[in-house]
């Protein structure tokens, strides 16, 4: 029998005492080394989700759409017209701080990997990026190396990143996240799932070989990084996008056989998840032979082979007597493929080494019964937010027309205008996206920056074989600023604004796949921040009719400081969601089209300054609460936009968030290199008109001619929700807002796009 492991043993694979003692009971007796790995991967928040997956029960999951919902490698949805579309987010946090180019890179092929293992060839890579503040060095490397990453990898890979978001901001300089989201058009006949089946099936092995590279990943993606972090450098993987296009096209192909029974791929846990995962999900065992997997070093014990997280690594179940076949497939590709081991009847995972049962345990054990902790929610919102939500604007200093008094300089608003395009949050992305290739594959509709979502052709025919017009558009949507000052109201407006992105591109809303970024769930205020922000996804999903078919929880991002406390991230629930185009020659981008057209706001939401940019920028303070969401008011707003769109009567739109409608104005004259000139209501303080900041307000354009027809079907589906407020001016009319009769703002063209292209650049050096 093992002898037991000491205390700082186990906690070295991140399981406490308790779920040790548990582990003995349900073994009868003390785990091996390679047990102990095992139970310490597979029992991490990474892969059991023991700490939230009571609050993800919440979440809806099904709709006339939804194909396939969690619990896959990915969910799929039906676009029609027989198209069917797999698509999923995930995490690679805590690889990224410690090594920022092979964390990021590996965060892609590792989201790509989940989209093909479900027969889907991808199509389209977005990511959701947070650092610290571009002042600091540190924060600068690691911005740097990820967008390298992303980069390196999916333009070698040949899949086009179309999309993202980018924030900055000091609640991050510890514990960047970096989120990658793929898309899939699915090429099989059946959708490949990873449940194991039938007795005697050989489990094939399928890719690159297996080092000690990513070693005990999961288990590292479930700790609070600290200075010592820096020694976990092998728990970061390292990928090759060339072997893994290899990849993509043998799959593809052996899935096209019916010889795949189920696939898994080798991502957190490596073959201790997939081996798990299927054995579990298939209600029957796996027995394993260490000796026939691939291995790029000498010398490797059970535990560095079971806890590997080398990349671009795949197991099959096959059909009896086909393996050959496959085998074959992989071969001409230039990639290993073994059979390593057999589907038995017994329940279990069984491990070989050296002819030597190396590792034996319930598979439920691992995937299934794992720990789960019910965890108590404090009666009221902790100090931190009830002190917040004091604020109001009368703390601020007065303002008129002319500007606002802050330390005893004077601010006009053209002034204000122009140092917000100046911040990178609010700023031009394109010294990001410009290092990308988003136009592999010939079907980027919409390039990056031009418009509030992707939007992707899709290469396909429909029942008749004609060529569809069909597409699809996506969108990541996050700001942990709202989330943390309200996690409920935070979550919904996340959902709300990426629902509203896709309306303003011509898209409907089809669905979700989230991905969770929270501190530590065992504290009161981590758990509070947590389970109110899964309270508010759900609720803004049921009502916006776009279900969750999955995602990712990424818990313990936090940072140790030199005294050794922990300072978390912002909680930060990105919002990954797709929507289907019908027609892709009818989409908007967020550019003016033409001098002369009409410009409308929809929507009548009141801004607010609690949680906005200008509020962090201008004043230093991060206070109040966020917009609140009408979900009501959401969907009509955005009803009446797609409509518009489909009718060919919105030539532009452009959803007003952070910065409010002078920054959505701004964004809207650069994109399109012409002015604008409109009117705005001043209810109460000027900055609130002009930068403060509420959901359900889109920014469209139209032509002069279609103004007596758009405004009759306004009257009709909105009644008053909606203002004709002003028109596009040629370019060198610049931005122009009035109240009344006077003049707020009067910004050049080519100064706001100056201060909004130059802003990463110039802190970058």
């Not at 004259?669 to 609130?688: N, Q």
């Amino acid at each position: 029998m093992p002898a037991p492991f000491t205390a700082d043993e186990i906690a070295s694979e991140g399981i406490n005492p308790e779920e040790y003692e548990e582990i003995v009971r349900r073994l009868g007796r003390h785990p091996n080394r390679a047990e102990l790995g095992m139970f310490g991967v597979m029992w991490s928040e990474h892969c059991c989700y023991k700490n939230s997956r009571p609050l993800l029960k919440q979440f809806p999951t099904t709709g006339d759409r939804i194909l396939v919902g969690p619990g896959e490698n990915a969910g799929v949805v039906d676009l029609g017209d027989g198209l069917r579309l797999a698509f999923k987010i995930e995490s690679h946090n805590h690889p990224s701080a410690i090594e920022p180019y092979q964390g990021a890179a590996t965060g892609v092929g590792g989201i790509l990997r989940d989209i093909f293992t479900m027969g889907a060839r991808p199509i389209a890579v977005l990511n959701s990026l947070r650092f610290g503040s571009l002042a600091s060095a540190r924060s600068q490397r690691i911005f740097s190396g990820v967008v390298a990453g992303i980069a390196g990898y999916g333009n070698s890979v040949g899949v086009p990143t179309v999309g993202g978001e980018i924030y900055f901001d000091e609640a991050y300089s510890g514990n960047p996240l970096v989120n990658a989201m793929a898309l899939g058009l699915m090429e099989t006949p059946d959708i490949v799932k990873s449940g194991a089946s039938g007795i005697g099936n050989p489990v094939v092995y399928v890719g690159s070989t297996t080092g000690r590279d990513g070693m005990g990943g999961a288990s590292f993606a479930s700790a609070e990084l600290s200075e010592e972090s820096e020694r976990d450098r092998p728990a970061v993987q390292v990928g090759d996008p060339f072997l893994e296009k290899s990849l993509i096209e043998a799959c593809l192909e052996a899935f096209k056989t019916g010889a795949v029974l189920a696939a898994q791929d080798m991502g957190a846990a490596g073959l201790t998840c997939s081996t798990a995962e299927m054995a579990a999900k298939g209600g029957i065992g796996i027995e394993l032979d260490l000796d026939k997997i691939p291995a790029r070093e000498t010398g490797m014990v059970p535990y560095e082979f079971l806890l590997s997280e080398s990349q671009e690594r795949m197991l099959f179940v096959a059909a009896v007597g086909r393996e050959g076949e496959l085998i074959e497939i992989f071969h001409r590709w230039g990639l290993h493929a073994v059979v390593a081991g057999q589907t038995i009847a017994e329940p279990i995972v069984r491990i070989f080494f050296q002819n030597e049962v190396a590792a034996e345990i319930a598979a439920a054990a691992l995937a299934e019964d794992t720990p789960i902790y019910h965890r108590e929610l404090l009666n009221e919102p902790p100090a931190y937010a009830r002190q917040a939500w004091e604020w109001t604007a009368d703390e601020l200093p007065s303002c008129n027309a002319a500007g606002i008094a802050i330390a005893d300089a004077i601010y006009a608003w053209t002034d204000v205008l122009l140092q917000l395009l100046d911040v990178p949050n609010l700023a031009s992305k394109q010294w990001v996206y410009r290092q990308y290739d988003h136009q592999v594959q010939n079907n980027t509709v919409v390039l990056p920056g031009a418009a509030d979502a992707a939007v992707i052709r899709l290469r396909a025919a429909d029942a008749t074989g004609t060529p569809t017009l069909r597409g699809v558009a996506a969108t990541v949507d996050c700001n942990g600023r709202y989330v943390y000052l309200d996690p409920y109201e935070g979550a919904k407006a996340a959902v709300a604004e990426a629902a509203r992105n896709l309306s303003c591109v011509g898209a409907e809303p089809l669905a979700v796949t989230d991905n969770l970024n929270f501190g530590n769930p065992e504290t009161p205020v981590g758990y509070w921040q947590l389970a109110s922000a899964c309270r508010g996804i759900a609720d803004a999903c049921r009502a916006l009719d776009t279900p969750v078919t999955g995602g990712n929880v990424s818990l313990y991002n936090e940072t140790l400081d030199s005294r050794g406390n922990p300072q978390a991230i912002y909680p930060t629930p990105v919002i990954g969601m797709v929507g289907v185009v019908e027609d892709i020659t009818r989409t908007c981008s967020q550019g003016w089209k033409a001098a002369d057209d009409c410009i409308y706001l929809l929507g009548d939401s009141t801004p607010t300054l609690g949680s906005s940019e200008y509020l962090t920028v201008l004043h230093g303070t991060v206070a109040g609460r966020p917009p609140q969401v009408d979900c009501d008011r959401e969907r009509t707003v955005q009803a009446a936009c797609r409509e518009g769109i489909r009718r060919s009567w919105v030539r532009s739109a452009h959803d007003c968030a952070e910065g409010g409608i002078a920054i959505a104005l701004a964004e809207c004259c650069i994109a399109g290199d012409l002015g604008a000139a409109v009117t705005i209501e001043v209810a109460e303080r000027v900055d609130a008109a002009l930068f403060g900041e509420a959901g359900a307000r889109i920014l469209v354009s139209v032509a002069a001619g279609d103004r007596l027809d758009w405004e009759a079907y306004l009257q009709e589906v909105l009644g008053d929700r909606w203002q004709a407020i002003g028109t596009v001016q040629p370019s060198d009319a610049g931005l122009q807002m009035s109240a009344g009769k006077a003049v707020l703002v009067n910004a050049s063209l080519e100064a706001m796009r100056d201060r909004w292209s130059a802003a990463i650049p110039r802190r970058l050096g």
